[in-house]
């Protein structure tokens, strides 16, 4: 099913783009090559304003910001040219324009004719937003894929320590003795004694107690440890999918990240979405254990059909 | 009291957890230095490891999300939302959260500044994303990290439980806050 997943993104994504950039390019919505006007009443190759109303923007773009009042924007002034410096006010179209012609604080445009008071301008040529959008997007994306994996070698690497110190002590053994007849149930396939169960309690643990940067690395040597006991090398086994499920539900007692979001925008109760997002994690993790049970038994999921497929495959 | 208790406990609880580790160990008399070592060894591997997992699952939803095919998404499921009495608001926000973690919690930070933080919307929307993980990068890196590429029902049981953390924030949000 990632397999469709997959595609879907891409595709849809593609196709997406593309067409919205033929329907940009049908109904010239950046307007290339028309004449915008815009009055000053000082500008120079040093200072100055250039401003026009909310209401010519509309008419010229075809566009609804609403309102009729002028907008202003520092411009300064070249041979044949006006740079404008865009603000927190600057429409949407002007802040395309500007980002597909190189930067997203300054927008230049080519000076058709200076009349007393007024210039008519033509902004850089904007076309194919969407589909340079997408570029950019699959290049910063693999960078980030790489970014997060490499930031992840030192926690991962500490983790992996501690954990291994508490294999060797036999604490982990304690932790999965304790836990065990909540664990045998979720996860019958794996010997209670297997340090697959201690891995997986010390991630669920790092996850309820909000600790992230713990919680993966855990997790990941909870994978490891249940990929020992699945014969069929390249795809899941029922443990693993019930895992990954309960680790997707993101159950968690303190949701961190959400709290201090909260706590930044000046919320007069931060911690009031404590109680709710429990409320709404426990119960996506319930149906999704619920989900990953039921689904399990069902023909294309079945891990002997998909193991043998795997199988065929690769020879 | 409660926010104190929970701040201490999330500060105080991971170098409980180390200490705890390294006087359990002690006593036990493993060799902490040497067998810490020999364990974080496996570091580099497993995060090299995950990376071709991720560059294949954070482009796709990196091409799905700078191509604008969102906005389409949020526009086809609208009815639906506004079926279950889902605020239109909050949308994106059910749709974004199990694919990107950073862009849903810059979802979230947009929809509380401009909707306000204690509003009916900014609560259901910091419960929504608290309400799920990233179902999408968990999937990649886990199964990345052992090599499996055959995930079987990971995807369905995944997605089946966002849709009810979804639904079970906004059900507990419209009895509680409403």
Same mark, same amino acid.
């Given at each position: 099913?990632?397999?469709?997943?997959?595609?879907?993104?891409?595709?849809? $994504?593609?196709?997406?783009? %593309?067409?919205?950039?033929?329907?940009?390019?049908?109904?010239?919505?950046?307007?290339?090559?028309?004449?915008?006007?815009?009055?000053?009443?000082?500008?120079?190759?040093?200072?100055?304003?250039?401003?026009?109303?909310?209401?010519?923007?509309?008419?010229?773009?075809?566009?609804?910001?609403?309102?009729?009042?002028?907008?202003?924007?520092?411009?300064?002034?070249?041979?044949?040219?006006?740079?404008?410096?865009?603000?927190?006010?600057?429409?949407?179209?002007?802040?395309?324009?500007?980002?597909?012609?190189?930067?997203?604080?300054?927008?230049?445009?080519?000076?058709?004719?200076?009349?007393?008071?007024?210039?008519?301008?033509?902004?850089?040529?904007?076309?194919?937003?969407?589909?340079?959008?997408?570029?950019?997007?699959?290049?910063?994306?693999?960078?980030?894929?790489?970014?997060?994996?490499?930031?992840?070698?030192?926690?991962?690497?500490?983790?992996?320590?501690?954990?291994?110190?508490?294999?060797?002590?036999?604490?982990?053994?304690?932790?999965?003795?304790?836990?065990? =007849?909540?664990?045998?149930?979720?996860?019958?396939? /794996?010997?209670?004694?297997?340090?697959?169960?201690?891995?997986?309690?010390?991630?669920?643990?790092?996850?309820?107690? $909000?600790?992230?940067?713990?919680?993966?690395?855990?997790?990941?040597?909870?994978?490891?440890?249940?990929?020992?006991?699945? =014969?069929?090398?390249?795809?899941?086994?029922?443990?693993?999918?019930?895992?990954?499920?309960?680790?997707? *539900? *993101?159950?968690?007692?303190?949701?961190?990240?959400?709290?201090a979001i909260r706590a930044a925008l000046g919320s007069?109760?931060p911690?009031?979405?404590?109680?709710?997002?429990?409320? *709404?994690?426990?119960?996506?993790?319930? %149906?999704?254990?619920?989900?990953?049970?039921?689904?399990?038994?069902?023909?294309?999921?079945?891990?002997?059909?998909?193991?043998?497929?795997?199988?065929?495959?690769?020879? | 009291?409660?926010?104190? /208790?929970?701040?201490?406990?999330?500060?105080? %609880?991971? =170098?409980?957890?180390?200490?705890?580790?390294?006087?359990?160990?002690?006593?036990?008399?493993?060799?902490?230095?040497?067998?810490?070592?020999?364990?974080?060894?496996?570091?580099?591997?497993?995060?090299?490891?995950?990376?071709?997992?991720?560059?294949?699952?954070?482009?796709?939803? *990196?091409?799905?999300?700078?191509?604008?095919?969102?906005?389409?998404?949020?526009? $086809?499921?609208?009815?639906? %939302?506004?079926? /279950? $009495?889902?605020?239109?608001?909050?949308? =994106?926000?059910?749709?974004?959260?199990?694919?990107?973690?950073?862009?849903?919690?810059?979802?979230m930070t947009?929809?509380m500044k401009?909707?306000g933080t204690d509003?009916?919307?900014g609560?259901?929307?910091s419960?929504?994303?608290?309400?799920?993980?990233?179902?999408?990068?968990?999937?990649?890196?886990?199964?990345?990290?052992?090599?499996?590429?055959?995930?079987?029902?990971?995807?369905?049981?995944?997605?089946?439980?966002?849709?009810?953390?979804?639904?079970?924030?906004?059900?507990?949000?419209?009895?509680?806050?409403?």
């Amino acid at each position: 099913m990632l397999n469709y997943v997959w595609i879907a993104l891409v595709a849809i $994504g593609v196709i997406a783009a %593309a067409s919205s950039d033929i329907y940009d390019a049908s109904t010239n919505r950046y307007r290339n090559g028309e004449w915008f006007e815009v009055r000053y009443d000082s500008i120079s190759a040093e200072a100055g304003t250039v401003s026009f109303t909310k209401e010519y923007f509309d008419h010229f773009y075809d566009v609804n910001m609403g309102g009729s009042d002028t907008l202003v924007f520092p411009a300064t002034l070249s041979s044949d040219s006006v740079r404008i410096t865009l603000g927190a006010e600057t429409p949407e179209i002007w802040t395309t324009i500007a980002k597909t012609a190189g930067s997203e604080k300054r927008l230049d445009a080519v000076i058709r004719r200076h009349t007393d008071g007024y210039l008519f301008v033509v902004f850089p040529i904007t076309s194919l937003v969407r589909t340079k959008a997408v570029l950019d997007a699959v290049i910063s994306y693999s960078s980030l894929a790489v970014t997060i994996s490499l930031a992840l070698i030192g926690v991962m690497a500490f983790w992996l320590g501690i954990m291994k110190l508490g294999e060797d002590s036999g604490l982990i053994n304690i932790i999965a003795r304790v836990m065990k =007849p909540v664990m045998a149930r979720i996860f019958p396939e /794996i010997p209670p004694d297997h340090p697959a169960i201690g891995a997986m309690i010390m991630n669920i643990a790092a996850n309820m107690l $909000g600790l992230n940067n713990a919680a993966t690395p855990l997790g990941l040597k909870a994978m490891e440890e249940l990929e020992k006991l699945n =014969p069929n090398k390249g795809t899941a086994s029922n443990a693993m999918v019930t895992f990954l499920v309960i680790n997707t *539900g *993101g159950l968690t007692i303190i949701p961190a990240t959400a709290i201090a979001i909260r706590a930044a925008l000046g919320s007069k109760d931060p911690t009031v979405i404590l109680m709710t997002s429990f409320f *709404g994690a426990g119960l996506a993790t319930i %149906a999704g254990i619920a989900a990953a049970k039921i689904l399990q038994r069902l023909k294309p999921y079945r891990i002997e059909k998909v193991a043998k497929a795997a199988e065929a495959e690769n020879k | 009291m409660i926010k104190e /208790i929970f701040e201490a406990i999330s500060v105080l %609880a991971i =170098p409980l957890i180390i200490l705890g580790f390294v006087a359990f160990a002690t006593k036990k008399k493993v060799p902490v230095y040497e067998s810490f070592v020999t364990g974080a060894k496996g570091g580099f591997e497993v995060a090299v490891k995950i990376i071709p997992y991720l560059v294949a699952m954070l482009v796709a939803i *990196g091409i799905f999300r700078a191509s604008g095919a969102m906005d389409l998404l949020v526009k $086809g499921l609208s009815p639906l %939302a506004h079926l /279950i $009495g889902m605020p239109p608001q909050v949308l =994106p926000m059910a749709i974004l959260r199990p694919l990107s973690g950073s862009g849903s919690m810059g979802l979230m930070t947009d929809i509380m500044k401009r909707y306000g933080t204690d509003s009916f919307i900014g609560v259901l929307v910091s419960t929504m994303y608290g309400s799920s993980e990233t179902t999408f990068y968990v999937l990649a890196v886990y199964f990345g990290a052992v090599n499996i590429y055959k995930t079987r029902h990971a995807v369905a049981a995944g997605l089946i439980a966002d849709v009810v953390g979804m639904l079970g924030a906004l059900l507990i949000c419209k009895i509680l806050f409403h």
